[in-house]
């Protein structure tokens, strides 16, 4: 069973940073794209930065140039380093792998920023 569970979500000033970790495990196909979404309250869930096996990368514009997605193929882990955070980053962010046809998603870590 693909179990997905991500952590180093909390609460942080903004301007500060901080370091979003996913680990997939349960399962021996190849990991494909890996992902970040998040979802803020009273809001869908939206793409944050998505990394390809490969290494291709892709983001938000709303966080392109302050977020930087990374990947790990031999750990089956995926990061998310944030900087310079904005209130309008708060949200619960999600984990997504697909492997082979489905995609899987964590149960997600609340990111909060607050002075």
């Known amino acids: 069973q693909v179990q997905l569970v991500e952590s180093g979500g909390g609460l942080v000033q903004p301007g500060g940073s901080l370091r979003l970790s996913c680990v997939a495990s349960?399962?021996?196909?190849?990991?494909?794209?890996m992902g970040w979404y998040r979802q803020a309250p009273g809001k869908q869930r939206e793409l944050v930065a998505t990394i390809t096996r490969g290494g291709i990368t892709d983001y938000a514009d709303s966080v392109r140039g302050r977020f930087t997605i990374s990947r790990d193929n031999a750990k089956n882990t995926v990061s998310l380093l944030m900087n310079n955070l904005k209130p309008e980053d708060t949200a619960d962010y999600y984990c997504k792998a697909r492997i082979f046809l489905s995609d899987y998603w964590g149960r997600g870590t609340q990111v909060a920023v607050s002075s």
């Open positions: 349960g399962t021996d196909r190849s990991i494909l794209t």
